[in-house]
DNA sequence: TCCAATATAAACACGC
DNA sequence: CGCGTGTTTATATTGG
């Protein structure tokens, strides 16, 4: 079998190229300074290095080390100093691409570059699995990135600054009760749909819901529940239905299933979950899920679903979301090809490049490995 | 700078 | 009238 993340590392390393030849012009093509010419041998882009450095960050340790193809990156503070403009620069790869143009993305795809998302949908941060604790961690990604980390000391002072609007690229702290979650409104909204047995729910227990798993809602102010309401309202992935006799006020909430994908992609433009909550150590750790959160998600996903219902790829997303990749692993074999087919299949129009990458992302994200498509 | 996505606030209507 | 729900508008923030 092809090593498959081997492949993805080395189109990592040739989009990479494709970038820093794409940007030569504007930098122009001068000698440069002994300074400049070290951080020119970055075998990774700049801005990549900080975004990997900052995702261990966000499990409260510090990136020591990071190796890609046997060269070894191990001063980030240039990194960290350097600025924006030189965030594109990139060495020549250190290996050959030997012509693998054929499965190199679109060349739109290298603008992704800049965005952790593209992390998630070439596989590269999938291996990041961190454990907390205080011995140094060494990790493998894709079989050519060594990442050595060691807990920070002392961890970074917790800032009274608001918590930050969301949808953020950064990767969320590790969560707390005190901490906003990393989810959008629509992404929340959604969850607390798909968990629903009847995948409709009223807004009162949407908000019981979100309060439920996100303590942050407990005592957060209460315009939040205004944000909901107005989300529902304006997105047209929510679609209100009749309300069951006998529910009170209002209507009862559901997603459009023409719309999933779409908080799909919302799910995909979400930062990576806390690791801490992606080990696949069940243990929950305070404001982690229960692990009978989702039992209608989860019986859903072994029950063979038919292929090509995309609400089998959402319910994989969010039980990924929610518990860690570790759920998936839980499934037979056959789910985990129907999703991958799912995603494959099921957008055939002309962003279905987009959505496909977009699913595959997902699917990488959730720790699912879509089989090669048969030829 | 522009734009899209999102968050937040507020006003208002409606029905119980 | 109060309250919850739903709609709409406006504005701010953030990141690409």
């Known amino acids: 079998m092809v090593n498959l993340l081997s492949i993805q590392f080395v ?3 040739f989009a990479s190229f ?7 012009p504007m930098r122009g093509e001068r000698g440069g300074s002994p300074a400049r010419a070290a951080r020119a041998s970055l075998p990774l882009p700049r ?15 510090s990136l020591r080390r990071l190796e890609v193809s046997g060269r070894v990156i191990d001063n980030f503070d240039d990194i960290e100093d350097a600025s924006d403009e030189s965030d594109h620069e990139v060495a020549q790869p250190a290996v050959a691409c030997g012509g693998n143009a054929g499965n190199l993305p679109p060349a739109d795809h290298d603008d992704d570059l800049t965005s952790l998302s593209w992390l998630q949908d070439r596989n590269l941060l999938r291996g990041i699995n961190l454990t907390k604790g205080d011995v140094e961690d060494t990790k493998m990604i894709g079989s050519q990135v060594i990442i050595k980390t060691e807990a920070s000391t002392p961890p970074p002072a917790p800032r009274a ?4 609007r969301t949808p953020c690229k950064a990767p969320p702290s590790p969560p707390a009760a005190h901490t906003k979650p990393p989810y959008s409104f629509s992404c929340l909204i959604f969850m607390a749909i798909e968990a629903a047995p009847a995948r409709a729910l009223p807004v ?3 908000y019981a819901w979100i309060v439920r798993h996100f303590p942050y809602f407990r005592h957060a102010p209460q315009g939040w529940k205004n944000s909901v309401r107005h989300n529902l309202s304006l997105n047209k992935c929510f679609h209100k239905v009749a309300a069951a006799p006998g529910l009170g006020k209002g209507s009862l909430w559901t997603v459009d299933p023409q719309h999933r994908s779409t908080l799909l992609q919302a799910f995909g433009r979400q930062p990576i979950p806390p690791v801490a909550a992606a080990a696949e150590a069940p243990a929950p750790a305070k404001n982690s899920p229960d692990p009978q959160l989702f039992p209608f998600l989860a019986r859903r996903l072994r029950a063979r679903p038919e292929p090509g219902a995309d609400e089998y790829l959402a319910a994989a997303t969010v039980l ?6 570790a759920v998936l692993q839980q499934l037979p074999p056959a789910a985990h090809l129907v999703i991958s087919r799912c995603a494959r299949d099921e957008h055939s129009y002309s962003g279905g490049c987009e959505e496909r990458r977009t699913a595959e992302a997902l699917l990488n994200l959730a720790g699912v490995c879509p089989e090669p498509a048969p030829s």
């Open 11 to 13: 189109e990592l390393l």
């Open 18 to 24: 494709s970038l820093f030849k794409k940007m030569a």
């Open 47 to 61: 801005r990549l290095i900080r975004q990997i450095a900052r995702h261990v960050a966000s499990s409260g340790r």
């Open 161 to 164: 600054a608001s918590p930050p």
């Open 204 to 206: 009162k227990e949407i």
């Open 320 to 325: 990924a979301m929610k518990y860690g990749p």
